[in-house]
């Protein structure tokens, strides 16, 4: 009888005495002078609209996107997302050649209207004299394939390293052995998607005067490593390449990761007509300054490009329509960008819009 009233009643204590323990870690959590800058959720309190778009206002080409399905299944539900916001294409940058590349197209293989399969360089023996013919025999094998680009090609300081199955390290964009690789390009008319740096914010200082930390401190760049070279020179690397190879076409991914300095972006485009910039990944980035942003969309409407390259949520897509369509302020993405500030909406007009969701891409890839 004893032990009957007893255990229900212990497991009555031990619930209290965790509740208690829950508030107190809560009250700790929520108080100032005890709160991680890491756990800091501002929610903003102003009353004023917010927008909620489910579908884009035209058609969109998502230029830049990963291999994320797994599936068979989580493709169709890719697909049936893509429906759901007016995506009428993506373009899946694979960053493979050889087996890999040739599966992924496989894989895609029942919407061949919905999606793009780009292909990667290969760079096996890049570091061995005769490196070339065969790298380029693979890239014509890829576009036989179905590949109608490359990328994402991606250079963070120490070299190429983004394809597979080799990575190229200590070799950079502007390196002559490129050369044969951007001439089979323009020959059969295949965009090259570059990756080049990160955002200003993972290069400065990790201390309060960084507004970026946040998100900084999980991507920082560690530019004591031996060898490798930074933003600006990165930044410099890419120049050179669409400076000596006019008839390729070079898509510089993230807005060339020039957020914090888009007149030198925008000083790139006015000097260099084969190349273009893509959006993916850097509405955070953008929308804290959404004046600026929009007389720069405004500006070089032609030679943007949306994108994406954050999974296949509805939600990210929705995201992405409220900063270009809206002119919302002052709203917070943390979830999804892992930044503090708040964002804001463009409001971009209809005519940029349609260029930078469609017509831009569609003209660009044909």
Not at 117 to 123: H, L, S
């Amino acid at each position: 009888m004893k032990t009957r009233f007893f255990l229900p009643c212990l497991k009555a204590l031990a619930l209290i005495l965790a509740c208690l323990l829950v508030t107190r870690y809560h009250s700790q959590a929520q108080d100032a002078d005890n709160l991680l800058l890491k756990n800091y959720r501002p929610v903003s309190i102003y009353k004023i609209p917010a927008t909620h778009i489910e579908k884009a206002a035209f058609p969109v080409i998502d230029a830049h996107s990963h291999d994320y399905a797994e599936t068979e299944e989580e493709i169709d539900e890719w697909v049936r997302n893509m429906d759901a916001c007016g995506i009428e294409k993506t373009i899946v940058l694979t960053q493979a050649s050889g087996a890999k590349f040739d599966a992924i197209v496989k894989k895609y293989a029942k919407y061949k209207d919905r999606f793009d399969i780009w292909c990667g360089f290969n760079y096996t023996g890049y570091d061995k004299s005769g490196f070339g013919p065969a790298a380029v025999m693979e890239l014509e094998r890829c576009h036989k394939m179905g590949a109608k680009g490359v990328g994402e090609e991606g250079d963070k300081g120490l070299g190429l390293f983004f394809s597979e199955p080799v990575q190229a390290w200590g070799m950079h964009f502007d390196d002559p052995r490129m050369k044969p690789l951007f001439d089979k390009c323009a020959e059969l008319n295949m965009p090259i998607n570059i990756h080049v740096a990160d955002p200003v914010w993972m290069y400065e200082k990790m201390d309060s005067t960084n507004d970026g930390l946040m998100n900084a401190q999980d991507w920082r760049i560690d530019m004591t490593k031996p060898g490798i070279i930074g933003l600006d020179a990165l930044v410099t690397t890419l120049e050179h390449a669409v400076r000596d190879n006019p008839k390729t076409i070079f898509i510089a991914t993230h807005f060339a990761n020039l957020n914090h300095d888009m007149a030198r972006l925008g000083a790139l485009l006015d000097k260099y007509p084969n190349f273009y910039a893509d959006i993916a990944a850097r509405y955070a980035e953008s929308a804290p300054i959404p004046r600026y942003m929009k007389t720069f969309y405004e500006k070089y409407q032609d030679r943007l490009l949306y994108g994406t390259d954050m999974g296949i949520n509805t939600n990210m897509y929705r995201i992405t329509f409220r900063v270009l369509e809206s002119e919302d302020e002052h709203f917070y993405e943390i979830g999804q960008f892992g930044y503090h500030w708040a964002m804001n909406g463009f409001g971009l007009p209809p005519e940029v819009l349609k260029k930078v969701y469609h017509d831009n891409a569609a003209r660009l890839f044909k």
